[in-house]
């Protein structure tokens, strides 16, 4: 089989196809993680654990499955992808967000399945915790960070190691279905925007689109402490002693990659919500275009009218996180002809 796109959908799903036999190359039109994967956040977070739908419960067995994933892939490649399970803290700003907060709990009680908590803790001087207005936090044990970078770097290295075949810096070509080299004719297309776009022209009707995010790499030593979700930002502790910190989402925008005084401004406000990391200088800015299908929901399954083709995108802000589920459903569909994926995630012809 054939992936075009070595970011986290296609690099995830090649090696999940290739553990299981298949014989794999991954084809990328620039260089690993060229596109929204390969930034700084790597905050792999749930949703709130309330009006539950099939989107949430395929995101919480992804978020629980992650940490086998992640070790096997580590176990592979020789290389850490920078997975920790350290769950994370959400400052509570009035009395309404502390109320429906504690009303969350028994929610988390009954769809988490006793397997991660939702809490409500006061605010304790412990040097990392932000400040709250009410005194109140949400932590709950169920999210976990992943170093994008890393991550890739392991999945290529496994894919490698495995046998599998990377070429970067060339586009696919319908002759490269063709010859004796033994990949056979499935091709898994996870080529981010771009991809929207060809399907979006290829079905007559827009699936999607690009939103722009900036983010920073701040020099501080957090890496056993939980990440933060203030004001709509992530703060992510990596093990690497470095703290992630993003994103903006931009609707409108003239360079995709150029980074510029929207996260000159989203540091500052993240400087406020954590005070221990007012000094920590900035070591790294990033930008780049994520992937926004019109569903908000990941757009995985066959291509329409393609036979042996199909599609892995969509992943926005929950793609890193959604990675080890797709990989897996994904790796049924091609290789076993066996559709696990909720049905609001399948991409659909213009009717």
């Not at 907060?101 to 803790?121: F, K, M």
């Not at 994008?148 to 810096?169: C, D, F, K, N, S």
């Not at 980074?259 to 007012?278: E, K, Q, S, W």
Request: aromatic share 6%; proline share 6%.
């Amino acid at each position: 089989m054939t992936v075009v796109g070595a970011g986290i959908l296609g690099l995830a799903t090649a090696w999940e196809c290739q553990r299981r036999g298949a014989t794999v190359r991954v084809i990328e039109a620039q260089e690993i993680g060229a596109g929204s994967s390969g930034g700084y956040v790597g905050a792999l977070a749930p949703h709130v654990p309330e009006n539950w739908n099939a989107k949430k419960a395929f995101q919480l067995e992804s978020l629980l499955m992650a940490e086998g994933f992640w070790a096997s892939v580590a176990n592979a490649s020789g290389h850490d992808p920078g997975y920790g399970r350290m769950g994370r803290l959400q400052p509570l700003v009035d009395m309404v967000a502390l109320a429906r907060a504690r009303d969350r709990i028994s929610g988390a009680e009954t769809h988490w399945q006793g397997l991660a908590e939702w809490r409500v803790v006061p605010v304790a001087d412990d040097g990392w915790m932000p400040a709250s207005p009410t005194g109140w936090l949400v932590e709950d044990t169920l999210s976990a960070r992943l170093h994008p970078r890393q991550a890739l770097t392991a999945l290529a290295a496994a894919v490698v190691v495995g046998g599998g075949r990377i070429e970067t810096g060339r586009r696919f070509r319908p002759t490269d279905l063709f010859g004796s080299e033994g990949f056979g004719g499935l091709v898994l297309w996870a080529t981010g925007v771009d991809g929207l776009n060809d399907l979006s022209a290829d079905l007559a009707y827009p699936v999607g689109n690009g939103v722009k995010g900036q983010a920073a790499l701040l020099a501080y030593d957090a890496s056993g402490q939980p990440q933060i979700f203030a004001d709509g930002l992530h703060i992510v502790p990596h093990g690497d002693g470095t703290v992630a910190v993003g994103s903006t989402s931009e609707r409108e925008f003239a360079d995709g990659a150029l980074t510029d005084g929207a996260l000159d401004a989203l540091v500052a406000r993240v400087r406020v919500i954590c005070p221990a990391l007012a000094k920590a200088p900035v070591i790294g800015r990033w930008a780049g275009v994520r992937p926004r299908a019109a569903s908000r929901a990941p757009l995985i399954g066959p291509w329409p009218g393609r036979p042996g083709h199909y599609v892995a995108n969509g992943g926005f802000k929950i793609g890193l996180g959604m990675a080890p589920k797709i990989a897996t459903v994904m790796a049924d569909l091609m290789l076993d002809v066996v559709s696990g994926i909720p049905e609001e995630f399948l991409p659909r012809a213009a009717l």
